[in-house]
């Protein structure tokens, strides 16, 4: 079974912190991503990754930079926290193309105050 | 990207089958569609996809209208557990999922 994990269910922040919130898989995927899902806008794209060291924009990177130094971990930074980034986010990866099925983890509910 | 239309909620008595329709008139010859499904506060769960034949694996079956403007999931024996928020999703470029507001579906004992 393939396997995301996320370093954090739960995750509570000041403003103008620096956040990092981590992915891991366990299935050797090439690709990685970073949604963020929020009541009535869906799910939208932040980051992808298609190999390590690569890294695309999605629909909002704005606020956020993403860092994949292996292969398994994909990292999510939020340089400085603000409240409007409160969301629940969700990695996921996949194998092959881009358009293989994406397995999601857990996900992450940060709230920022 | 193509769009997709679900109805927002469905009932489901415990042990009958669950038939759950997608509409997505737009699709593209080589668009897959997808579906996933969301238990509160959990990451999202990978059900079943398909291009246009009819697929099935050990949680779903997954029937596709010839035109491929339509598609429903079926769960053969819901269960409570099945209760959750059901996406359907057609894969559009870069890979990217959008998923919209989906069906809430309810199992009832």
Same mark, same amino acid.
């Given at each position: 079974?393939?396997?995301?994990t +996320? ?5 509570v ?11 891991v ?11 963020? +899902? ?12 298609y ?33 409007? +980034? ?6 996921a ?6 358009k ?14 | *990207? ?7 909620? @469905? *009932? ?7 038939n759950?329709p ?13 579906w ?14 398909g291009?246009k ?5 050990? @949680?779903?079956? %997954?029937?596709?209208?010839? *035109?491929?403007?339509?598609?429903? %999931?079926? %769960? ?5 557990? *099945? ?7 057609? %894969? ?11 069906t ?6």
């Open positions: 079974d393939v396997k995301v +996320q370093s954090s269910r739960y995750l922040k000041r403003t103008g912190e620096k956040v990092f919130l981590e992915c898989q366990d299935m050797d995927h090439e690709n990685m991503f970073w949604y963020r +899902q929020d009541p009535g806008l869906g799910l939208r794209l932040i980051y992808f990754s190999d390590v060291k690569m890294k695309e924009k999605g629909d909002i990177p704005e606020g956020y930079s993403v860092s994949r130094e292996k292969k398994e971990r994909f990292s999510l930074i939020l340089e400085s926290a603000s409240t409007n +980034q409160t969301s629940m986010y969700l990695c990866s996949s194998t092959g193309g881009l293989e099925t994406q397995y999601f983890g857990p996900g992450t509910r940060l709230l920022v105050l | *990207d193509a769009k997709t239309t679900q109805p927002p909620s @469905m *009932d489901c008595a415990e042990g009958r089958a669950a759950l997608c509409n997505h008139s737009t699709i593209s010859g080589n668009e897959y569609v997808y996933y499904r969301q238990i509160h506060s959990q990451g999202p769960q990978y059900i079943i996809h291009l034949n009819n697929e099935t694996n050990e @949680m779903a079956s %997954l029937i596709i209208t010839e *035109d491929r403007k339509s598609s429903t %999931l079926i %769960l053969p024996h819901a269960t409570l557990r *099945d209760t959750a928020v059901y996406y359907c999703i057609v %894969l559009g470029s870069w890979g990217k999922l959008q998923f919209g507001a989906g809430q579906v309810v199992v009832t004992p």
